[in-house]
């Protein structure tokens, strides 16, 4: 079985620049999550999906921060414009139930904000 | 909402050596997970374990939910066991954030050979 897959790996930018990010959860997982994880930190939830719809959003930063998750499978989370304090790993995790399982995450996106 | 706390910081063993790792949350919770993050920042889902016991090779975990906490064992410890455990804890009481993990702030594992 596949894992989560996340696109790119890399991605340095400077600031006020736009960037976006890819994710395809593992097959037939209906619930998708987006974490931020700065260095030395545990990552932080920004947004959950299950299916296409969000079921929180709360702590994604909507002035700059923004996610989709068409059809209920890949999802893309974006920031324009970026600032410094963006500089981390965005993480995609998914899972097969919602609200309590197993979540399973991919190998994340470094992202660099100059 | 719900606070993790995770001990010890750091953590320096010797190649085959045992230890426990502890996770308190402030608040019930349905959802308790561990993980591994590796050198090369990958996170390992090790155990989905909201409450009893739990085994899986070297790896072992309890949580008695009641009194608010986890343990991770790892036994014989390897060189490859290093990098970062976290504990995430899942909020019971918030209605749409049921699903929300929150991580703690993880335990730095080195393991010397």
């Known amino acids: 079985e596949a894992g989560v897959a996340q696109s790119p790996r890399y991605k340095i930018i400077e600031k006020r620049q736009s960037v976006a990010f890819w994710c395809n959860p593992i097959?037939?997982?209906?619930?998708l999550y987006w974490y931020q994880q700065i260095l030395g930190q545990g990552p932080k939830l920004l947004i959950q999906f299950q299916n296409n719809g969000v079921v929180d959003d709360s702590q994604l930063p909507k002035d700059r921060f923004s996610a989709e998750r068409l059809k209920g499978v890949d999802s893309t989370l974006k920031i324009q414009p970026a600032k410094l304090e963006d500089s981390a790993v965005y993480l995609c995790?998914?899972?097969?139930?919602?609200?309590?399982?197993?979540?399973?995450f991919g190998p994340g996106t470094r992202l660099t904000v100059l | 909402g719900i606070q993790v706390e995770q001990s010890p910081p750091d953590l320096i063993l010797q190649e085959g050596a045992n230890s426990t790792l502890r996770c308190n949350f402030s608040d019930s919770v349905n959802n308790l997970q561990w993980f591994h993050q590796n050198p090369w920042g990958q996170l390992i889902n090790l155990f989905y374990i909201p409450s009893g016991t739990k085994q899986n090779g070297r790896l072992s975990a309890t949580t008695v939910a009641t009194e608010r906490y986890s343990l991770l064992y790892i036994s014989s410890s390897q060189t490859t066991d290093s990098g970062v455990y976290f504990c995430?804890?899942?909020?019971?009481?918030?209605?749409?954030?049921?699903?929300?993990?929150?991580f703690g702030k993880g335990t730095k594992l080195s393991v010397k050979p």
């Open positions: 995790a998914s899972s097969s139930r919602w609200p309590a399982d197993t979540q399973y």
């Open positions: 097959s037939g997982h209906a619930t």
């Open positions: 995430a804890a899942g909020d019971l009481n918030y209605g749409g954030s049921q699903g929300n993990l929150i």
